[in-house]
């Protein structure tokens, strides 16, 4: 049942501005390599009456508001109704939807948020995937990188996916909570709908519409144990 990681399982491509760039895609992870291009391509469209170009490769839709000491590097677009808050770090190579919070310090780099995610305190966002109405809470980290330097693979019913990829954190589903102080291993997918347990660490895949508790304990959110 691989089929639980593909795109059309996990997120509303929809509720975001790279719809066309998932459309090419089987995992969420397949479109990493091409969001740069994608990023100046889609960016050179933009309504100059909607956003602003600031710098080389950056869009910032006038509606939104960014505080004068966040960080912005390109390629980056950023969307309607979004705040940017106090020294926020966008490394560049990014998409912000509508309606988003890129919070206090939080760093972002070679991601997308889609439409009303939530990333408010703190949090390091790394080569991963925010689903639509996310939210992860304070602390929470997308790790992106293994120990070893070895490509990230995503564990799966007992099975190991190859992503050829040496940095991907993590897939979060469509209205998916990650408590506080959590970490997400690199390879890390969740499903829809799900809420993970604060200062818990998350490996491979949890299944949507569950609650993820401390020690890896995972229960459909009718309490019947997975």
Known sequence: MVEKLYVKNLLDTSKTIAKPLFDEAVYPWDVFDKLAEFIVKIGSTLSEDEYNKIGDDIWVHKTAQVAPTAYLHGPLIIGEG????HCAFIRGTSIVG?????????ELKGSILFDNVQCPHYNYIGDSILGFKSHTG???ITSNLKSDKSLVTVAFEGEKLDTNRKKFGAIIGDGTEVGCNSVLNPGTVIGRNTNVYPLSMVRGYVAEDSIYKSRGEVCRKNLRHV
Do not use: D, I, L, P
């Open 98 to 106: 509508k309606n988003c919070v890129v919070g206090n310090s939080t």
């Open 82 to 85: 979004t705040e940017v808050r």
């Open 138 to 140: 304070a602390g929470v």
